[in-house]
């Protein structure tokens, strides 16, 4: 299977099973939000992916519509048996995710090993 990645502005690489995206430092409306929600997007479209890793290590905020992008991405890629998991989020982005309860229903984990 190839990924769709020549529009892709952010990193992607393979991890076992786990396609990993990582994420910009800025995901706001002002930075990569939009980069960030394309990309998405275009991982699980034509069901390319399966299993998701959002690498969220360098980013120092989140914007409420890649949240929304991210649960979004969720429940299509959980909907075929697959996983979108969250990786490294940290200080003010760990909080937004937690504060909309994100940790319930999405796994976290801290390194690459734990996927």
Request: proline share 1%; glycine share 4%; net charge negative.
């Amino acid at each position: 299977m190839a990924l769709k990645t020549a529009d892709m502005h952010l990193p992607i690489k393979k991890h076992g099973k786990f396609t990993i995206l990582s994420a910009g430092k800025d995901l706001s409306l002002c930075s990569d939000e939009h980069r960030m929600i394309d990309a998405l997007a275009l991982l699980v479209e034509d069901n390319q992916v399966r299993y998701l890793c959002v690498d969220l290590s360098r980013a120092a905020v989140i914007d409420s519509s890649v949240i929304g992008a991210i649960v979004e991405c969720h429940k299509r890629i959980a909907a075929d048996g697959g996983e979108l998991v969250i990786l490294s989020a940290r200080n003010l982005v760990l909080e937004a995710l937690i504060r909309t309860q994100i940790d319930r229903v999405i796994r976290f984990v801290e390194n690459e090993a734990q996927l």
